[in-house]
């Protein structure tokens, strides 16, 4: 079945970086557009980016204002996320999920998620 | 952006009872809306998919209805497990989003 594991969260201070990591198993990486979505504690969910099956194609949500990246290697079945200039408005779980297309028409399954905590 | 706006934010329902939780769009979307259940430390689950169609394994007291800018999510007799906060969300166009969700207590 579809299984979904983040990895990569922590505790980060403001300003800094870190990459997500999500591995997946359980059906085929490369015919399926993925998605990262966070959760900040005790608040609704919030979707973060969307990168195409191939890779060629990403959108991503209004606030994060290009300090983050999506991307995935298909040899690997690994997506992954990019977080530059961390704030502490960037605190949540963050989970992958994926499309249940191979370019964008929803979520289906999701991962139990990776916490970034920022803080200093 | 689309928003995309709940109602109730909260609900305490007893058993055998049903729930109806609305979504509304800040503009049409067609029938690009989703609804999601997530339950206290769990990842989100897909429930209804293209506001009407079943997510496979959903048990059928589930269904979800509407088009344009109004949709409607109902249980039909409430399980003890269905307690979560559910989710409507929008692929309409991007940057998608999701609403602020409705938690529904098992009184």
């Known amino acids: 079945q579809v299984h979904l594991v983040e990895s990569g969260g922590g505790v980060v201070q403001p300003g800094r970086s870190l990459r997500l990591s999500c591995s997946a198993s359980g059906f085929t990486f490369s015919r399926h557009g993925m998605h990262w979505v966070r959760q900040a504690p005790g608040k609704g969910l919030e979707w973060v980016a969307i990168?195409?099956?191939?890779?060629?194609?990403?959108y991503y949500g209004d606030s994060l204002e290009g300090r983050f990246t999506i991307s995935r290697d298909n040899s690997k079945d690994k997506l992954y996320l990019q977080m530059n200039s961390l704030r502490a408005d960037d605190t949540a779980v963050y989970f992958c999920?994926?499309?249940?297309?191979?370019?964008?028409?929803?979520?289906?399954?999701w991962g139990r998620g990776t916490l970034v905590i920022v803080s200093s | 952006e689309i928003v995309l706006t709940q109602s109730p934010d909260f609900q305490s329902v007893t058993p055998k009872e049903r729930v109806t939780i609305t979504c509304r769009a800040s503009?049409?979307?067609?029938?690009?809306l989703h609804w999601y259940q997530q339950k206290p430390d769990q990842s989100p689950k897909l429930l209804i998919k293209?506001?009407?169609q079943s997510f496979s394994g959903v048990p059928s007291r589930f269904s979800g209805s509407g088009s344009g800018t109004d949709f409607t999510l109902t249980i039909n007799s409430l399980e003890a497990e269905d307690a979560a906060t559910y989710y409507c969300h929008q692929s309409h166009s991007f940057p998608w989003t999701f609403g602020q969700g409705t938690k529904v207590e098992i009184k």
């Open positions: 999920a994926r499309d249940i297309g191979i370019t964008g028409m929803h979520p289906d399954y």
């Open positions: 503009q049409s979307i067609g029938n690009n």
């Open positions: 293209f506001s009407s």
């Open positions: 990168i195409w099956f191939d890779g060629t194609t990403k």
